[in-house]
């Protein structure tokens, strides 16, 4: 299985940025998929996760009404909209699948998002 | 929202014993999950539903969960075990993920 992370970039706050996460090697429409976060030094932070087909996610209070999560299980690909970025979302981000019967067994690499002036 | 309290560090001799603990209220109703990350890698799923390890992972992880902490116990300890350790549950009333603060393992 694999998980490839991007979109990461350098952006200034009250900016927008769009990552995608690229899944293969496993049947990708049977499994939830999740967002963290590591900013820099700093542990994880959840973020958001999405069903199946689309239709029931939820996201972190820090991100809520800011970040949105989608899927497209025809290109096998998850995306985080992120609008109105703060400084305070600099960070690896990280997508994880996970499977039915367990939590998030896989992370994908990580890609750098940047927030700064 | 729910919240996961860990130990900034733990540190132990190879070959003894570390025990890292995720306080939380009534965390024993809970399924806690547990992920190692090592400097600049991924983080990996070495425990989840309190108790059960992923296959690859050694025999030497352990979990438990009860009352208001939950506990990963590493038995003889390694180098290769040195790492950041986080608890993670599903908070039902917010329907959100959460992770603890993380644990840094140090092996003397």
């Known amino acids: 299985e694999q998980l490839v992370e991007s979109g990461g970039a350098l952006v200034q706050p009250g900016g927008s940025l769009r990552l995608s996460c690229a899944a293969s090697g496993f049947t990708f429409r049977t499994h939830w998929m999740q967002w963290i976060r590591q900013a820099p030094g700093k542990g994880l932070v959840w973020v958001s996760r999405i069903n199946g087909d689309g239709s029931d996610i939820t996201y972190a209070d820090s991100v809520k009404g800011r970040f949105t999560m989608s899927r497209d299980n025809a290109k096998n690909t998850v995306f985080l909209q992120m609008n109105s970025l703060r400084v305070e979302d600099t960070a690896v981000y990280y997508c994880?699948?996970?499977?039915?019967?367990?939590?998030?067994?896989?992370w994908g690499q990580g890609t750098l998002v940047t927030v700064s002036s | 929202s729910y919240v996961l309290t860990q130990s900034p560090s733990v540190s132990v001799a190879p070959g003894q014993t570390a025990r890292i603990t995720c306080g939380g209220k009534n965390i024993g109703n809970k399924n806690v999950h547990w992920y190692q990350q090592k400097p600049g890698q991924a983080p990996v799923l070495v425990m989840y539903?309190?108790?059960d390890r992923p296959s690859g992972i050694p025999e030497r992880f352990s979990g438990s969960n009860s009352g208001n902490t939950a506990t990963l116990t590493v038995s003889r300890v390694e180098a290769g075990d040195e790492a950041d350790y986080y608890c993670?549950?599903?908070?039902?009333?917010?329907?959100?993920?959460?992770f603890g603060g993380g644990t840094k393992l140090t092996v003397l």
């Open positions: 539903y309190n108790r």
């Open positions: 993670q549950v599903w908070d039902s009333n917010s329907d959100q993920r959460v």
């Open positions: 994880g699948r996970e499977p039915a019967t367990s939590p998030v067994d896989y």
